[in-house]
């Protein structure tokens, strides 16, 4: 397969301080600060209605913020607009394509709105279904495609005119798994291209895969930010869960499982489960025969990967909640 | 500045492309422009055109000027629906993020609705030819004709646009256009002199600005308007009443319009 260079790349990343966003009486961000140096990849992790989107559309010139400054590619995203927009590339969330078009029309479209003269949008837009694997779809309508697929030309879309800042706000919502690996293929090959991208995301495991820096949000604030390995040690890797038949049992179940946890146990009364952040080299074997010593009855064990809900329940000691202010 | 213009222009050119290639896939939303205004001149000219008397003239001589103005008031529907669509799937945030003009984007929607009604606009003459209508006015005046009929387009797709950028969905669009447009419309001198209609009824008939419009229409064209005597002013001089009403319309509407987009767009 022969490679084409999808992006250019700049000296400048993007830049933000004391950012902050007021819908009324609700700020949906509150007093960001990002340096994503160019070429290095930012994951903004937090759940629905926690800021990632507004961060974004302010980045994007879509929003002014009611606080703060940001610049990106070196340009200032309130006194600059204009010029910003020719350094960006954004595939939003929604898959912002046109459905009554073909995907070929589609970047043919994008690719004027960038001012690229036509034989150039019309070339541009032929090696990005190449590229994005599209070929076969090009001159379909876009309402026939699939998520995954929409998703692929969305990604398209935001890099026709090789733009040296790459904004994707939750890429891999709502696709299914194979869809999921194929556009995290994708975005490994962008990324090694050199691109500085800024991805929002609600799973730690994609955040963990692709970024260099994570920032946390929560409720419009950042409450951690690090590379991944140094999120990881703040929260530990893998959890054990043991669910055990009645509600009396969980202490006992907190108390077998405490010399294999790296901080307290968490329980959860509803669902009659603790978890514990696992220490290394801990065999699930020995954690059952501490639970079956201790007498618990327990109904489930298993061993999994931390996600961003166990990202909030370290962080701030209380559960995650996925309602807030709209982003 | 000249080169922003350029790419006001240009941009606007590429967005109206992306409107005419939608009724390439939905042939149906021309129908507005097309089979409706032919069905309504069917409809009047062979059916109710029987009972509907005109002084000082035939009635489908009356009838074609007011279809006319019906069908670019039903226009409004176009731009409404077209833009509510784009905003409830978040495409115009592409749009946006992009370095064309932004206003571009709604000079698109004008400028695609407009050559709409223009289609309209020539099956209509066309049609009225057919069923009898004539434009009994010199060269001068038939244009003038022409250009009033462009201005009250535009001044219809303007609040189109408006309605489009203020309604939450396209449903609510169509909703609020019949509720104010259908009245509107049915209610002045599109279809009937107004010498018959009940006192009040003839009042409000007769400062409706549809009917100053239908009026002027029929006065550039030469055909009979039947304005009753002891019409009000806008009425016995149509022609300078009808542009008052769209220049004024459009002093209002266009900056209105303008920044609506920008709020509804922004945060």
């Known amino acids: 397969m022969y490679e084409i260079s999808v992006l250019s790349t700049t000296t400048f990343g993007v830049h933000a301080e004391g950012l902050g966003k007021r819908f009324g009486d609700l700020w949906a961000l509150q007093e960001l600060d990002l340096e994503v140096p160019a070429g290095s990849v930012l994951g903004l992790l937090g759940h629905n209605g926690a800021g990632k989107t507004t961060a974004i559309r302010i980045l994007t010139t879509l929003a002014l913020p009611t606080t703060g400054r940001a610049s990106v ?187 294999f946890a790296e901080a307290p146990p968490v329980d959860d009364a509803d669902e009659l489960r603790v978890t514990i952040p696992v220490r290394g080299g801990t065999r699930l074997i020995e954690v059952v025969r501490a639970l079956d010593a201790a007498g618990v009855e327990a109904t489930d064990v298993h061993r999994r990967e931390a996600t961003l809900d166990d990202v909030f329940l370290t962080l701030t000691e209380r559960p995650a909640v996925g309602e807030g202010v709209a982003a | 500045m000249i080169a922003s213009t350029r790419w006001l222009v240009s941009d606007s050119l590429v967005f109206a492309r992306r409107n005419i290639s939608h009724v390439r896939q939905i042939p149906e939303k021309l129908i507005d422009v097309t089979l409706q205004p032919l069905m309504f001149v069917l409809l009047f000219a062979y059916v109710f055109g029987n009972v509907i008397a005109v002084p000082g003239g035939s009635y489908r001589e009356y009838l074609i000027g007011g279809i006319i103005v019906q069908t670019l008031m039903f226009g409004i529907v176009g731009p409404a629906t077209a833009i509510a669509t784009d905003l409830t799937e978040g495409i115009v945030d592409r749009f946006r993020s992009l370095p064309a003009s932004r206003s571009a984007y ?41 250009a009033l009929l462009i201005l009250f387009a535009s001044v219809i797709l303007w609040l189109g646009t408006l309605v489009g950028l203020i309604v939450r969905s396209p449903d609510a669009a169509m909703g609020l256009i019949f509720v104010v447009i259908f009245p509107l419309t049915f209610l002045s001198s599109a279809f009937v002199p107004l010498a018959g209609l009940p006192g009040w009824l003839r009042t409000a008939a007769e400062f409706n600005p549809v009917s100053t419009v239908a009026a002027a229409t029929r006065t550039l064209f030469g055909n009979p308007t039947a304005v009753p005597a002891g019409a009000p002013w806008s009425l016995l001089h149509p022609v300078p009443a009808a542009v008052a009403w769209c220049l004024g319309a459009l002093v209002i509407i266009v900056p209105l319009t303008i920044r609506r987009y920008r709020i509804r767009t922004a945060g």
């Not at chain 1, 951690?224 to 999120?231: N, Q, Y």
């Not at chain 1, 703040?234 to 054990?240: F, H, Q, S, T, Y």
């Not at chain 2, 929607?109 to 434009?135: S, T």
């Open chain 2, 106 to 146: 709604l000079f698109g929607h004008l400028i695609a609705e407009l050559a709409a009604a223009a289609l309209g606009l020539a099956v209509l003459v066309l049609a009225g030819l057919i069923v009898g209508w004539r434009i009994e006015s010199g060269p001068a005046d038939a244009l003038a004709g022409f």
């Open chain 1, 73 to 259: 590619a070196g340009l200032d995203v309130v006194t600059e607009a204009a010029r910003v927009r020719t350094k960006i590339g954004l595939a939003a969330q929604s898959a912002t394509v046109d459905g009554l078009l073909t995907a070929r029309a589609n970047l043919e479209m994008i690719g004027r709105l960038y001012h690229l003269p036509r034989a150039q949008a019309r070339r541009r837009a032929d090696e990005l279904l190449e590229r994005l694997d599209l070929v076969d779809a090009a001159d379909r309508l876009v309402k026939t495609f699939s998520g995954g697929m929409r998703r692929r030309l969305d990604l398209a879309a935001s890099l026709v005119a090789s733009p040296p800042v790459l904004f994707l706000d939750e890429p891999t919502t709502g696709l299914d798994p194979r869809a999921r690996n194929e556009l995290w293929e994708l975005l490994r090959e962008l990324i090694r291209d050199g691109a500085t991208v800024v991805l929002t995301t609600q799973y730690l495991d994609e955040a963990d895969r692709f970024a260099d820096e994570i920032v946390v949000l929560d409720h419009g604030r950042a409450i951690a930010a690090g590379t991944p390995s140094e999120l990881k040690a703040a929260i530990g890797g893998e959890r054990i869960a043991v669910t055990v038949a009645a509600p009396a049992e969980l202490a006992a179940a907190a108390a077998a499982l405490a010399p």
